[in-house]
């Protein structure tokens, strides 16, 4: 005669797992959030043992599990053969990553009983909040969280920041915010709050810099501010890459060669956003 236990989608892997390494038959009937135990009567010991061991494995995975985040990096920086990943655009993949910032490769997605899609799926659930906000106001509050003068802070504004049109989209905690990049849902927030398609620069794996089509220069001026921004402000290890990309509100994609023909002071905006880039690591 057989006896039944219901058992959690985690837990059904974690069992099944030590039932067959122990020599036990079973058999499960699986439901969509999890399914239902059966085991010969006189396995019934062996298995309530078993499970008791699989429930303590269970509460350590999901502790694993709700440290798990996903971070966006360049290809040729991980080696994608033991990596689950996601397939982003040009040279940028998203990858997971353990609490330490180990990446969470297959090895050990198998080690806690993980497919190795769920894992990168997990992390990219990973609960942080996004914010956009304009380059010039997030410098302001900045410096003023840092005390300085008011009439510094509005000097330093009115020569590097006016009329900035670049706006910064970033995550709280401050980590890993170009990951934004993959989540779809996320800028098509950004799309509707600007009412504009826009060009995105990368600067960086923590945050992405937005700017609206309407203010949008040459791509090659818009190049050259990614390259001077990573090549003196960016340390190695968290540059994403040179390419500006372009969100139509539907699709991510690459710049075109043809963009806008604004007559935004490229260099000046640059020199914002490196004064911002280097109070904040203070």
């Given amino acids: 005669m057989k006896k039944s236990i219901y058992l959690s989608k985690n837990l059904i892997k974690i069992v099944s797992s030590k039932l067959s390494c122990a020599g ?10 999890g399914g239902t135990l059966y085991v010969e009567s006189e396995n019934v010991q062996k298995c309530s043992d078993i499970l008791n061991e699989a429930r303590e494995e ?8 709700s440290t798990l985040s996903c971070e966006i990096v360049n290809k040729e920086k991980v080696d994608l053969n033991n990596v689950p990943y996601k397939k982003l655009i040009g040279e940028l993949v998203i990858v997971p990553l353990k609490k330490d910032g180990a990446i969470a490769d297959c090895d050990f997605c198998r ?3 993980q497919e190795p899609e769920d894992v990168l799926t ?21 410096m003023q969280s840092m005390k300085f003068e008011e009439s ?38 950004a799309h509707d709050n600007l009412k504009s398609n826009f060009y995105i620069l990368p600067s960086s794996k923590h945050e992405i810099l937005i700017i609206p089509e309407k203010n949008a220069t040459s791509l090659a001026a818009m ?16 540059i994403l890459c040179n390419q500006v990309f372009y ?3 539907a699709a991510l994609q690459e710049a075109p060669e043809t963009v806008g023909t604004s007559d935004i002071d490229v260099r000046r905006f640059t020199e914002l956003y490196s004064i911002f880039m280097r109070l904040r690591e203070i």
């Fill in 24 to 33: 036990i038959e079973y058999e499960i009937k699986h439901q969509e959030n």
């Fill in 58 to 65: 269970e509460k350590k995975i999901s502790s694993i599990l």
């Fill in 111 to 113: 080690s806690i009983y």
């Fill in 122 to 142: 997990e992390g990219m659930n990973y609960q942080r909040r996004f914010f956009i906000e304009k380059l010039d106001k997030l410098l302001r509050e900045v």
């Fill in 152 to 189: 510094y802070i509005d000097e330093t504004l009115q020569m590097y920041g006016k009329d900035c049109p670049i706006w910064v989209l970033y995550s709280d905690p401050y980590r890993c915010g170009a990951v934004a990049l993959g989540t779809e849902w996320l800028l098509k927030i």
């Fill in 223 to 238: 190049e050259e501010m990614i390259q001077e921004v990573n090549k003196v402000e960016v340390s190695q290890n968290d």
């Fill in 247 to 249: 969100f139509d509100g």
